[in-house]
Protein backbone atom coordinates (compact mmCIF):
# COMPACT_ATOMS: atom_id res chain seq x y z
CA UNK A 1 0.00 0.00 0.00
CA UNK A 2 1.42 3.42 -0.89
CA UNK A 3 1.83 6.36 1.73
CA UNK A 4 -0.55 8.57 0.37
CA UNK A 5 -3.28 5.82 1.22
CA UNK A 6 -2.10 4.83 4.53
CA UNK A 7 -2.23 8.64 5.54
CA UNK A 8 -5.44 9.15 4.09
CA UNK A 9 -6.72 5.79 6.10
CA UNK A 10 -4.94 6.93 9.84
CA UNK A 11 -7.01 10.32 9.13
CA UNK A 12 -9.98 8.83 8.26
CA UNK A 13 -9.58 6.30 11.43
CA UNK A 14 -9.11 9.39 13.78
CA UNK A 15 -11.85 11.55 12.17
CA UNK A 16 -14.57 8.15 13.31
CA UNK A 17 -12.68 8.19 16.55
CA UNK A 18 -13.14 11.17 17.59
CA UNK A 19 -16.51 11.40 16.79
CA UNK A 20 -17.55 8.31 18.13
CA UNK A 21 -15.74 9.93 21.51
CA UNK A 22 -18.20 12.93 20.77
CA UNK A 23 -21.17 10.66 21.23
CA UNK A 24 -20.30 8.79 23.30
CA UNK A 25 -19.87 11.82 25.94
CA UNK A 26 -23.18 12.86 24.94
CA UNK A 27 -24.89 9.61 25.61
CA UNK A 28 -23.55 10.01 29.01
CA UNK A 29 -24.10 12.85 30.11
CA UNK A 30 -27.60 12.10 29.65
CA UNK A 31 -28.80 12.20 33.33
CA UNK A 32 -31.58 9.35 32.80
CA UNK A 33 -29.07 7.10 31.77
CA UNK A 34 -26.93 7.16 35.20
CA UNK A 35 -30.53 6.79 36.95
CA UNK A 36 -30.86 3.85 35.00
CA UNK A 37 -27.37 2.55 35.93
CA UNK A 38 -27.70 3.64 39.55
CA UNK A 39 -31.25 3.10 40.52
CA UNK A 40 -33.81 1.86 38.34
CA UNK A 41 -31.71 -0.96 37.55
CA UNK A 42 -30.91 -2.34 40.61
CA UNK A 43 -34.26 -1.83 41.53
CA UNK A 44 -35.83 -3.75 39.17
CA UNK A 45 -33.22 -6.64 40.09
CA UNK A 46 -34.33 -6.52 43.97
CA UNK A 47 -38.32 -6.84 42.54
CA UNK A 48 -37.79 -9.53 40.74
CA UNK A 49 -35.93 -11.37 43.56
CA UNK A 50 -38.85 -9.76 45.59
CA UNK A 51 -41.39 -11.84 43.64
CA UNK A 52 -39.44 -14.95 43.78
CA UNK A 53 -39.52 -15.18 47.25
CA UNK A 54 -43.33 -13.72 47.32
CA UNK A 55 -44.22 -16.29 44.98
CA UNK A 56 -42.36 -19.30 47.01
CA UNK A 57 -44.21 -18.45 50.36
CA UNK A 58 -47.39 -18.33 49.05
CA UNK A 59 -47.18 -21.75 46.64
CA UNK A 60 -45.50 -23.21 50.16
CA UNK A 61 -48.13 -21.92 52.29
CA UNK A 62 -50.78 -23.27 49.90
CA UNK A 63 -49.14 -26.77 50.17
CA UNK A 64 -48.50 -26.26 54.15
CA UNK A 65 -52.48 -25.91 53.62
CA UNK A 66 -53.12 -28.87 51.31
CA UNK A 67 -51.24 -31.26 53.67
CA UNK A 68 -53.73 -30.63 56.48
CA UNK A 69 -56.78 -31.06 55.09
CA UNK A 70 -55.33 -34.62 52.98
CA UNK A 71 -55.61 -36.41 56.17
CA UNK A 72 -59.05 -34.42 57.42
CA UNK A 73 -60.86 -35.37 54.32
CA UNK A 74 -59.34 -39.15 54.33
CA UNK A 75 -60.67 -39.28 57.96
CA UNK A 76 -64.28 -38.11 57.13
CA UNK A 77 -64.47 -40.41 54.32
CA UNK A 78 -63.51 -43.72 56.32
CA UNK A 79 -65.48 -42.71 59.08
CA UNK A 80 -68.36 -42.26 56.90
CA UNK A 81 -67.88 -45.90 55.05
CA UNK A 82 -67.60 -47.15 57.93
CA UNK A 83 -70.70 -46.28 59.35
CA UNK A 84 -72.73 -46.89 56.05
CA UNK A 85 -71.10 -50.54 56.80
CA UNK A 86 -72.18 -50.56 60.24
CA UNK A 87 -75.41 -49.79 59.33
CA UNK A 88 -75.68 -52.47 56.28
CA UNK A 89 -74.47 -54.90 58.60
CA UNK A 90 -77.20 -53.60 61.27
CA UNK A 91 -80.27 -54.09 58.90
CA UNK A 92 -81.86 -50.80 56.98
CA UNK A 93 -84.35 -49.86 60.03
CA UNK A 94 -81.37 -48.59 62.01
CA UNK A 95 -80.28 -45.93 60.00
CA UNK A 96 -82.71 -43.27 58.03
CA UNK A 97 -82.97 -42.47 54.86
CA UNK A 98 -81.69 -38.99 55.21
CA UNK A 99 -78.61 -40.37 57.36
CA UNK A 100 -77.99 -42.52 54.60
CA UNK A 101 -77.66 -40.43 52.05
CA UNK A 102 -75.93 -38.33 54.21
CA UNK A 103 -73.49 -40.61 54.42
CA UNK A 104 -73.05 -41.47 51.15
CA UNK A 105 -72.86 -38.08 50.09
CA UNK A 106 -69.96 -37.78 52.53
CA UNK A 107 -68.23 -41.15 51.34
CA UNK A 108 -68.08 -39.40 47.69
CA UNK A 109 -67.69 -35.54 48.25
CA UNK A 110 -64.81 -36.59 50.70
CA UNK A 111 -63.50 -38.25 47.58
CA UNK A 112 -63.79 -35.35 45.24
CA UNK A 113 -62.20 -32.63 47.62
CA UNK A 114 -59.17 -35.31 48.45
CA UNK A 115 -58.93 -35.62 43.97
CA UNK A 116 -59.36 -31.39 43.85
CA UNK A 117 -56.63 -31.10 46.81
CA UNK A 118 -53.91 -33.08 44.74
CA UNK A 119 -54.61 -30.50 41.47
CA UNK A 120 -54.25 -27.64 43.98
CA UNK A 121 -51.04 -29.01 44.93
CA UNK A 122 -50.50 -30.12 41.28
CA UNK A 123 -51.24 -26.45 40.27
CA UNK A 124 -47.86 -24.77 42.93
CA UNK A 125 -45.67 -25.75 39.93
CA UNK A 126 -46.35 -22.29 38.37
CA UNK A 127 -43.74 -21.28 41.00
CA UNK A 128 -40.90 -23.56 39.23
CA UNK A 129 -41.66 -22.25 35.75
CA UNK A 130 -42.45 -18.76 36.30
CA UNK A 131 -39.60 -18.66 38.53
CA UNK A 132 -37.01 -19.92 35.97
CA UNK A 133 -38.10 -17.53 33.83
CA UNK A 134 -37.87 -14.77 36.18
CA UNK A 135 -34.43 -15.73 36.80
CA UNK A 136 -33.64 -15.52 33.37
CA UNK A 137 -34.95 -12.04 33.23
CA UNK A 138 -32.66 -11.53 36.60
CA UNK A 139 -29.83 -12.56 34.49
CA UNK A 140 -30.23 -10.14 31.89
CA UNK A 141 -31.01 -7.01 34.39
CA UNK A 142 -27.55 -8.16 35.68
CA UNK A 143 -25.87 -8.27 32.50
CA UNK A 144 -27.73 -4.62 31.53
CA UNK A 145 -26.43 -3.49 34.61
CA UNK A 146 -23.02 -4.19 33.70
CA UNK A 147 -23.00 -2.88 30.11
CA UNK A 148 -24.67 0.60 31.86
CA UNK A 149 -22.08 1.41 34.18
CA UNK A 150 -19.03 -0.10 31.61
CA UNK A 151 -20.51 2.39 29.69
CA UNK A 152 -20.55 5.07 31.96
CA UNK A 153 -16.86 4.56 33.12
CA UNK A 154 -15.87 4.41 29.19
CA UNK A 155 -17.08 7.46 28.86
CA UNK A 156 -16.08 9.01 32.54
CA UNK A 157 -19.49 10.63 33.07
CA UNK A 158 -19.63 13.67 35.49
CA UNK A 159 -22.60 14.08 37.65
CA UNK A 160 -25.61 15.07 35.56
CA UNK A 161 -27.90 18.02 35.91
CA UNK A 162 -29.64 17.73 37.66
CA UNK A 163 -28.59 15.60 40.78
CA UNK A 164 -30.48 12.16 40.71
CA UNK A 165 -32.53 10.87 43.59
CA UNK A 166 -34.14 7.72 43.49
CA UNK A 167 -37.00 8.03 40.45
CA UNK A 168 -40.71 9.67 41.62
CA UNK A 169 -43.36 8.06 40.67
CA UNK A 170 -46.73 8.65 41.62
CA UNK A 171 -47.89 4.70 42.05
CA UNK A 172 -45.26 2.54 43.21
CA UNK A 173 -46.90 -0.64 43.62
CA UNK A 174 -46.44 -3.01 46.18
CA UNK A 175 -44.06 -2.51 48.95
CA UNK A 176 -40.50 -3.89 47.91
CA UNK A 177 -38.65 -4.45 50.77
CA UNK A 178 -35.02 -2.78 50.68
CA UNK A 179 -36.49 -0.03 47.71
CA UNK A 180 -37.48 3.48 48.84
CA UNK A 181 -40.71 3.76 48.79
CA UNK A 182 -41.28 7.20 50.31
CA UNK A 183 -44.31 7.19 52.28
CA UNK A 184 -45.49 3.87 51.92
CA UNK A 185 -47.57 2.99 55.44
CA UNK A 186 -46.33 -0.35 57.08
CA UNK A 187 -49.80 -1.99 57.19
CA UNK A 188 -53.52 -2.48 57.88
CA UNK A 189 -52.88 -0.66 61.15
CA UNK A 190 -51.38 2.40 59.87
CA UNK A 191 -53.83 2.61 57.27
CA UNK A 192 -56.26 2.80 60.30
CA UNK A 193 -54.77 5.11 62.24
CA UNK A 194 -54.57 7.64 59.38
CA UNK A 195 -58.10 7.11 58.34
CA UNK A 196 -58.66 7.82 62.01
CA UNK A 197 -56.78 10.59 62.56
CA UNK A 198 -58.63 11.73 59.28
CA UNK A 199 -62.06 11.64 61.14
CA UNK A 200 -63.00 8.63 59.31
CA UNK B 1 -44.68 -54.46 44.02
CA UNK B 2 -44.17 -54.43 48.22
CA UNK B 3 -40.60 -54.37 48.19
CA UNK B 4 -40.61 -51.48 45.41
CA UNK B 5 -42.46 -49.17 48.00
CA UNK B 6 -39.30 -49.39 50.13
CA UNK B 7 -37.47 -47.56 47.37
CA UNK B 8 -34.74 -44.70 47.79
CA UNK B 9 -35.64 -41.70 45.63
CA UNK B 10 -33.40 -38.40 45.29
CA UNK B 11 -35.15 -35.48 43.73
CA UNK B 12 -32.96 -32.78 42.58
CA UNK B 13 -34.68 -29.75 41.37
CA UNK B 14 -33.07 -25.88 42.91
CA UNK B 15 -37.13 -24.62 43.23
CA UNK B 16 -38.41 -25.91 47.02
CA UNK B 17 -41.75 -25.84 45.29
CA UNK B 18 -41.52 -28.16 42.67
CA UNK B 19 -39.19 -30.36 45.00
CA UNK B 20 -42.28 -30.29 47.65
CA UNK B 21 -44.77 -31.19 44.92
CA UNK B 22 -42.66 -34.76 43.67
CA UNK B 23 -42.14 -35.70 46.78
CA UNK B 24 -45.75 -35.39 47.63
CA UNK B 25 -46.69 -37.27 44.53
CA UNK B 26 -44.26 -39.91 45.05
CA UNK B 27 -45.72 -40.16 48.50
CA UNK B 28 -49.30 -40.55 46.99
CA UNK B 29 -47.89 -43.40 44.80
CA UNK B 30 -46.92 -45.68 47.94
CA UNK B 31 -43.01 -44.44 47.99
CA UNK B 32 -42.21 -42.98 51.66
CA UNK B 33 -38.19 -42.71 51.36
CA UNK B 34 -38.02 -39.35 49.22
CA UNK B 35 -34.79 -36.91 49.77
CA UNK B 36 -34.22 -33.78 48.18
CA UNK B 37 -31.02 -32.21 47.18
CA UNK B 38 -30.63 -28.38 45.32
CA UNK B 39 -28.53 -29.40 42.39
CA UNK B 40 -26.34 -31.44 40.86
CA UNK B 41 -23.70 -30.69 43.05
CA UNK B 42 -25.63 -31.38 46.41
CA UNK B 43 -26.70 -34.49 44.88
CA UNK B 44 -23.35 -35.84 43.47
CA UNK B 45 -21.90 -36.86 46.93
CA UNK B 46 -25.67 -38.11 47.95
CA UNK B 47 -25.45 -40.63 45.49
CA UNK B 48 -21.97 -42.05 46.01
CA UNK B 49 -22.58 -42.26 49.46
CA UNK B 50 -25.97 -43.22 49.92
CA UNK B 51 -28.22 -46.15 49.04
CA UNK B 52 -30.45 -44.39 46.28
CA UNK B 53 -32.83 -46.57 43.81
CA UNK B 54 -34.00 -44.24 41.70
CA UNK B 55 -32.83 -40.60 40.71
CA UNK B 56 -35.65 -37.77 39.44
CA UNK B 57 -33.80 -34.67 38.38
CA UNK B 58 -34.60 -31.22 36.58
CA UNK B 59 -31.97 -30.16 34.13
CA UNK B 60 -31.87 -26.25 34.12
CA UNK B 61 -30.19 -25.62 37.52
CA UNK B 62 -27.43 -23.16 38.58
CA UNK B 63 -24.17 -25.26 39.76
CA UNK B 64 -24.07 -28.52 37.75
CA UNK B 65 -27.09 -28.63 35.15
CA UNK B 66 -28.94 -32.30 35.20
CA UNK B 67 -27.40 -33.61 32.24
CA UNK B 68 -24.47 -33.45 33.80
CA UNK B 69 -25.48 -34.83 36.51
CA UNK B 70 -26.93 -37.88 34.58
CA UNK B 71 -23.49 -37.91 32.30
CA UNK B 72 -21.45 -38.33 36.21
CA UNK B 73 -24.08 -40.57 37.87
CA UNK B 74 -23.59 -43.08 34.26
CA UNK B 75 -19.55 -42.60 34.64
CA UNK B 76 -19.70 -44.51 37.95
CA UNK B 77 -19.26 -47.95 38.48
CA UNK B 78 -21.25 -48.25 41.26
CA UNK B 79 -24.04 -45.82 40.06
CA UNK B 80 -24.12 -46.17 36.25
CA UNK B 81 -27.04 -48.76 36.06
CA UNK B 82 -29.52 -46.45 38.64
CA UNK B 83 -32.89 -44.99 37.11
CA UNK B 84 -32.84 -42.02 36.30
CA UNK B 85 -35.91 -38.92 35.25
CA UNK B 86 -35.56 -36.58 33.98
CA UNK B 87 -38.49 -33.71 35.30
CA UNK B 88 -37.89 -30.56 33.32
CA UNK B 89 -39.43 -27.46 31.25
CA UNK B 90 -36.64 -27.86 28.29
CA UNK B 91 -38.53 -29.22 25.66
CA UNK B 92 -35.98 -28.92 22.79
CA UNK B 93 -35.98 -32.25 20.22
CA UNK B 94 -32.01 -31.67 20.64
CA UNK B 95 -32.26 -31.78 24.23
CA UNK B 96 -33.99 -34.71 24.48
CA UNK B 97 -32.35 -36.57 21.90
CA UNK B 98 -29.04 -35.63 24.27
CA UNK B 99 -30.37 -36.45 27.08
CA UNK B 100 -31.96 -39.74 25.61
CA UNK B 101 -27.91 -40.32 24.23
CA UNK B 102 -26.71 -39.57 27.76
CA UNK B 103 -28.35 -42.97 29.06
CA UNK B 104 -31.53 -41.01 30.32
CA UNK B 105 -33.90 -43.69 30.88
CA UNK B 106 -37.60 -41.57 31.05
CA UNK B 107 -38.38 -37.61 30.10
CA UNK B 108 -41.15 -35.96 31.35
CA UNK B 109 -42.21 -32.24 30.22
CA UNK B 110 -43.35 -29.77 32.81
CA UNK B 111 -46.19 -29.04 33.55
CA UNK B 112 -46.90 -32.38 33.98
CA UNK B 113 -49.60 -34.47 35.78
CA UNK B 114 -49.52 -37.13 38.58
CA UNK B 115 -50.73 -39.67 35.70
CA UNK B 116 -48.28 -38.98 33.74
CA UNK B 117 -45.36 -39.33 36.49
CA UNK B 118 -46.98 -42.59 37.75
CA UNK B 119 -46.63 -43.94 33.99
CA UNK B 120 -43.25 -43.08 33.19
CA UNK B 121 -41.92 -44.84 36.53
CA UNK B 122 -43.85 -47.87 36.25
CA UNK B 123 -42.48 -47.70 32.67
CA UNK B 124 -39.19 -47.36 33.98
CA UNK B 125 -39.27 -49.82 36.74
CA UNK B 126 -41.31 -52.61 34.51
CA UNK B 127 -38.30 -51.90 32.01
CA UNK B 128 -35.44 -52.74 34.30
CA UNK B 129 -36.77 -55.92 36.19
CA UNK B 130 -37.37 -57.45 33.21
CA UNK B 131 -33.73 -56.58 31.96
CA UNK B 132 -32.64 -58.02 35.37
CA UNK B 133 -34.61 -61.55 34.90
Same mark, same amino acid.
Given at each position: ???????????????????????? =??????????????????????????????????????????? +??? #????????????????????? +? =????? #?????? +?????????????????????????????????????????????? =?????? @?????????????????? #?????????????? @????????????? | ??????????????????????????????????? =??????????????????????????????????????????????????????????? @???????????????? #???????????????????????
Amino acid at each position: MSEATDGNMLTEVRKVASDLQTAL =ERFSIDSKLVDLAQHQVPDARHRLAHVLRLTSEAAHRTMDLVE +QCC #PLADRTAREAERLIELHKAAG +Q =EQCSA #PMAEFL +QHTAENMGAVRGNLAEVLLAQGYQDLSGQIIRSVMTLVDELELALR =ELLRIT @QAEEPRPASAAPRRDRMG #PVVPGIVNGSAVSG @QQDVDALLSDLGM | MGVQQNMNFLVVDDFSTMRRIIKNLLNDLGYANVT =EADDGNTALPLLKNGNFDFLITDWNMPGMPGLELLKQVRADKRLARMPVLMLTAEAKRE @QIVEAAQAGVNGYVIK #PFTAATLKEKIDKILATQSASAA
